[in-house]
């Protein structure tokens, strides 16, 4: 048992599905995984381990935004001997060249976030995806029948979802970013620092330039196929 997930040793598979809302962990649990069983339910952040396609899988929600998903990424880096984190969550379209429900396989993330700013002490870091893993997800995407556009490309992880200088966007844009979440950067940071693998894996919910926002039943039809890429990568 950690700080903040409740799994006795053991409980939680080498290999885990990492999406924001616990909820979601729960359905994700439910729709793809065999024999999956309910590890941890402290504070309502849901985890379970199955197996997929005879491989063992656990998912574990991480909370919304960088401060949140970090406590659980450490956690299951450090007391869980977790080797390999593969965020499957949502993000908002930065530019037209991504479209509703398109996905984006993160290559990198850039972040307004202190966080990093501490932690280098100022330095700029350039937090990535571990290259296997991204390129089983792009394998694994060219080898599905989607019905959406996949992406590679860097995603912006802010601190704010409500952001009051929606301006200081603009630049990122203009250097590729293609889309706004909130987690990526720190969980590709923490991955470097422990020595572990980490991918993240959006779906695009909302739409920054069109106003689009898809419907719940069509998040989840969409959260079907990141979540089919997001378990042939982890366990290729
Ligand atoms: N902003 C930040 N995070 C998000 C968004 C957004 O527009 N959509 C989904 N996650």
Partial sequence: MSTHIAAAPGQIAPVVLFPGDPLR??????????????????????????AWQGHRVSVQGSGMGQPSMSIYANELFTEYGVQTIVRVGSCGGLTEKVGMRDIIIASGACTDSGINRVRFHGQDY???????????????AESEPLDVAVHVGLLFSSDQFYSTRPELTEPLVQHGALGVEMETSALYT????????????????????????????????TFGDMVRIALRAATA
């Avoid at 937090?127 to 394998?139: K, M, N, Q």
């Avoid at 959006?202 to 926002?213: A, P, R």
């Fill in 190 to 221: 923490l991955a470097a620092y422990h020595d572990r693998r980490a991918l993240s894996i959006c779906t695009v919910s909302d739409h920054l330039v069109t106003g689009e926002e898809t419907s719940a039943h069509e998040r989840e039809q």
């Fill in 126 to 140: 350039a937090p990535v995806a571990d290259f296997p893993l991204l390129r089983a997800a792009v394998e694994a």
């Fill in 25 to 50: 962990a729960k359905w994700i649990a439910e729709t793809f995984l065999d024999g999956a069983e309910l590890y941890s339910e402290t504070r309502g952040m849901l985890g379970f381990t199955g």
